[in-house]
């Protein structure tokens, strides 16, 4: 566990030292503040994986959610977008996430509805190596690449931005084992 969190620094201190980050877009104001709500791994792996999707494959993330409230979970169930009162949002160990690629103009421009699948994929598969995953069951696509729902009370929902870091834990591990450290 801690072995792997000193490899997401190594490799975001790679990427500033081999001038990558440079090619990273700067988070604005409220990107931070929710970057700031996530636990220091967990920040640690949004980091590593956003600068290299940057400076390899030119996708950006725009981080568009990560930590909640017990009551801002309910509300995201209630209207049909979350599957579970137990997300590891709660924890700060998730966040949600939109790629983005410059248009023509050289403007960024974020993909909100998953239409660019293939910077999604690239996302998801690249993930793992911070030891992220995707819902469902770990992946938001199948074994042939096509997509793979979540079942909320409005249906099915391809939730293709979520990521959480969960370490191999159930939520009940993660929680006992953040609220014993202090971060939950």
């Known amino acids: 566990m801690r072995a792997r969190y000193?490899?997401?620094v190594l490799v975001v201190l790679l990427l500033v030292a081999g001038g990558a980050y440079v090619a990273v877009r700067k988070l604005g104001e409220s990107e931070e503040t929710r970057r700031q709500a996530l636990q220091p791994k967990v920040r640690a792996a949004f980091d590593?994986?956003?600068?290299?999707?940057?400076?390899?494959?030119?996708?950006e993330l725009v981080l568009v959610s990560t930590r909640r409230t017990p009551e801002q979970q309910a509300a995201k169930v209630a209207a049909g977008v979350s599957a579970t009162s137990?997300?590891?949002?709660?924890l700060g160990r998730a966040f949600d996430v939109q790629t983005a690629r410059k248009n023509?103009?050289?403007?960024?421009?974020?993909?909100?509805?998953?239409k660019d699948v293939a910077s999604y994929q690239k996302l998801h598969e690249l993930a793992k190596k911070y030891g992220l995953r995707?819902?469902?069951?770990?992946?938001?696509?199948d074994a042939k690449g096509a997509k793979a729902y979540i079942t909320t009370s409005s249906g099915k929902v391809w939730d293709v931005?979520?990521?959480?870091?969960?370490e191999g834990m159930t939520f009940a591990a993660a929680k006992a084992a953040d609220e014993k450290a202090g971060l939950a």
Do not use: M, Y
């Not at 137990?86 to 709660?90: G, P, V």
């Not at 931005?161 to 969960?166: I, N, P, Q, T, Y």
């Open 6 to 8: 000193v490899f997401l």
């Open 48 to 59: 590593g994986l956003r600068a290299e999707l940057s400076a390899v494959h030119g996708i």
């Open 86 to 90: 137990n997300s590891w949002h709660l």
């Open 104 to 114: 023509a103009a050289g403007k960024i421009v974020a993909d909100p509805d998953g």
């Open 134 to 141: 995707g819902v469902p069951n770990g992946q938001p696509f």
């Open 161 to 166: 931005g979520h990521l959480e870091f969960a």
